[in-house]
């Protein structure tokens, strides 16, 4: 099975910061990558998909990158509303495979 | 617009069975696949497997194979899923979500087995 590791696991973050989260993948899966946004009590939402593909009403601060292995989403000028847990999705390969979560929290 | 609405809480007691269902609309039902996904209380998400809804094939993870089953009601536009022999284990949200890329998720179906 293809792992993500997804780093950091929490962040403590405040109004306006530019936020960054990586997943790295244990084999090649291309651009078979999203990103998503979990609220409390809520289903996840997809932002990113692609890899670096926004989702339509998505916020444009929202961004998906990729340098190799490594899959990252950044979040410009964070927003109160930005707050949750995030995960990565491979979907290259069966099994589908989540990052563990990178809990945003405001300071 | 596009709904995948499921349907509602369940307590079971272990060893019990339990069935599931998720509701599409807003799209053509078979003309993308339908996946389930657990998530354990406080926990993270996990893949279980997915159902092809124009032949009806499921495919299961492994973690996922004997106890669970897939399955449809074309006709009504409905994912089902059912879990046999309920464990404690098994007391998690269960979401349905469409398509390889999980663009769309259903509320989630929250199932407590205690005895």
């Known amino acids: 099975d293809i792992q993500m590791t997804q780093s950091p696991s929490s962040m403590s973050v405040s109004l306006g910061d530019r936020v960054t989260i990586t997943c790295r993948a244990s084999?090649?899966?291309?651009?078979?990558l999203s990103w998503y946004q979990q609220k409390p009590e809520k289903s996840p939402k997809l932002m990113i998909y692609g890899a670096t593909n926004l989702e339509d009403g998505v916020p444009s601060r929202f961004s998906g990158s990729r340098s190799g292995s490594d899959y990252s989403l950044t979040i410009n000028s964070l927003e109160s509303e930005d707050t949750g847990i995030y995960f990565c999705l491979q979907h290259k390969q069966y099994p589908h495979t989540f990052g563990a979560g990178t809990k945003l929290e405001l300071k | 617009q596009i709904q995948l609405v499921q349907s509602g809480p369940e307590l079971k007691k272990p060893g019990e069975s339990v069935k599931i269902s998720c509701k599409a609309s807003?799209?053509?039902?078979?003309?993308?696949?339908m996946h389930w996904v657990k998530q354990a209380p406080g926990k993270g998400l996990k893949w279980m497997g997915w159902?092809?809804?124009?032949?009806?094939?499921?495919t299961y993870a492994d973690d996922f194979k004997g106890r669970f089953v897939f399955s449809l009601e074309a006709s009504a536009s409905t994912a089902n899923l059912q879990i046999s022999n309920l464990k404690n284990e098994d007391t998690a949200t269960y979401f349905c979500a469409r398509s390889r890329e999980l663009d769309y998720w259903g509320q989630g179906v929250m199932v407590t087995v205690s005895s």
């Open positions: 807003g799209y053509t039902f078979t003309d993308y696949a």
């Open positions: 084999q090649d899966i291309g651009n078979y």
């Open positions: 159902i092809n809804t124009y032949t009806g094939k499921p």
